[in-house]
DNA sequence: TGCATAAAAGCACGATCGTTCGTCATCTTC
DNA sequence: GAAGATGACGAACGATCGTGCTTTTATGCA
């Protein structure tokens, strides 16, 4: 009973490794068994089909996203300071070496994306969640009057989740040393739209 | 030497329509030799190796983006409505029929940036040289005064790409109804912080 | 220490993968 | 009409895929 569980995690640990970098799809049994030096059929034995496994893994990747960047950033005073850690410690977790193909979510989000089945239901309800999420942050930002009334926050929301986006891309694919500095600017401009006019 | 021509174009057709739903790993001879109701030999012919397949693919997924995107752009005049026609027309190419699964170059984007090799390099290659395209033109609207002399085009071009591709994550992975008016008020948004302030 | 049980291995299966090879039909060109 | 090039086919290859079974090994508790 006990080994079991220890050793399952080990195999998610680096099924998420694999999936990170291969994608969901480039998960294959037999590379991860070989991975753990284990036999195909011990490790199967684990997940139940190759679906489960996948589903797995996702779940992982959503419970780190939860505590690397959802979990520290409610920390943070509410309001801007708020909208500020979720977006930083998003970055972070870009760049985070446990993620050594970038973000799952945004790969598997891409992957997913005309793959109906139970793990795009999955990533959809996580990426709805998380869109809420960063709007509830705009809104409390705008209650505690750090932001105008009139911004929208699922506007914004989506407004910060391309910069992110395009900060994955730049990174990830262009190597791109500016990207950072992009994405910080962008961000500032962003958070520059949303502030109180000055008084005149 | 003529028929060939065709069926290869045919081919491609059809690779590009599966690539563009299932991805460009997810590309099988064998599966696009049923698809066309030929033999996989007689397919695989055609490209000599599953890589040169891929290559191809992505090597008629720029040439479209380009004649649809690209090429149509430049006919708007310069400095701010071709800004507006290249963010229309890219747009459009997403929701394009012809591209069942979404803009094969963001999914390719995503789905190489940790596989090296020469599908990778071709696939930078492209995506550098449509960023320096956005802040080309971001460049001349600089030039025609209608943006602000101190808007940084890579930044507005970086701006520009996180607008799209958040577009792309909301419509495609969400199907969120909302998406193209995020899109647009994001962009409208976008090009008021470029524009020069109103004179006092 | 023994025993029930859990965990892993071993083996095999049908499919599918990319790829090679030899052959045949069709078409072009002399 | 003969000769040669072109295009497609069928069969087969070694590998790998996910997934069942049965057997062996390891573990945790009485």
């Not at 986006?165 to 500032?188: C, G, I, K, T, V």
Request: hydrophobic content about 40%; proline content about 4%.
């Amino acid at each position: 009973m006990r080994k079991g569980e220890a050793t399952r995690e080990r195999i998610l640990e680096s099924a998420f490794e694999l999936a990170s970098t291969e994608g969901l799809a480039g998960l294959s049994i037999g590379r991860l068994a070989e991975r753990n030096g284990m036999s195909k059929s011990g490790l199967f034995a684990h997940f139940g089909s190759k679906e489960g496994l996948q589903l797995d893994v996702l779940e992982l990747a959503t419970a780190r996203f939860r505590d690397r960047v959802f979990t520290p950033a409610l920390r943070a005073d509410r309001g801007e300071p708020r909208v500020r850690a979720l977006f930083n410690h998003w970055l972070e977790w870009i760049d985070d070496q446990s993620n050594p193909g970038g973000c799952m979510l945004t790969a598997a989000a891409i992957e997913l994306d005309d793959q109906p089945g139970p793990a795009r239901d999955m990533l959809v309800d996580v990426q709805r969640q998380w869109a809420e999420m960063l709007a509830r942050a705009v809104r409390i930002a705008i209650e505690e009057r750090h932001f105008r009334a009139d911004v929208d926050p699922a506007l914004f929301a989506f407004q910060l989740y391309g910069i992110v986006l395009s900060y994955h891309h730049a990174r990830r694919l262009l190597r791109d040393p500016r990207a950072r500095r992009r994405a910080r600017d962008a961000f500032e401009a962003l958070i520059q739209t949303a502030h109180p006019r000055p008084t005149r």
